[in-house]
């Protein structure tokens, strides 16, 4: 099992007027928390594309428990629990600045190859990174 933690700060921008985040801004949150979890092996969004392999979003599911508030700083807890083949799942934990649970998603992926437009097996240097985790 893979697990990466980001933390974020909600913005003004990204709230309604009740000073709640926006739910639609979580999907956005996802990605931050993916970016992150890839930069911490050393890899990155541009370096898989420039490898010919794209990453688009096929499955995504949430639950809003608590709201996250203006200028809260979230800690985005991101797990991978099983070994990335074709596929790609994240599950997503969010916590408030008091360490409330306050919303849990999951997004799944596909690695595909972007001359064939067809899915793919994942880097093997994503793989090889990867691997230790699900030993």
Avoid at 20 to 48: C, H, I, K, Q, W
Avoid at 61 to 70: E, L, M, S, T, V
Avoid at 86 to 100: A, G, P
Wanted: glycine share 6%; charged share 30%; hydrophobic share 35%.
């Amino acid at each position: 099992m893979f697990i990466h933690e980001t933390r974020v700060r909600v913005r003004y921008g990204e709230t309604d007027q009740m000073g709640y985040m926006y739910y639609g801004n979580y999907a956005e949150f996802y990605e931050v928390a993916r970016v992150e979890m890839l930069r911490s092996l050393g890899m990155t969004y541009r370096s898989m594309e420039e490898s010919g392999i794209m990453m688009p979003v096929l499955e995504m599911h949430c639950k809003y428990i608590k709201p996250a508030r203006y200028d809260e700083e979230l800690l985005i807890r991101t797990i991978v629990s099983k070994m990335p083949g074709v596929r790609i799942e994240f599950k997503y934990e969010f916590f408030n600045e008091q360490n409330d649970f306050i919303h849990v998603g999951e997004t799944t992926l596909a690695f595909v190859d972007m001359k064939r437009n067809r899915p793919c097996m994942p880097p093997d240097d994503f793989q090889a990174k990867m691997k230790p985790f699900f030993d």
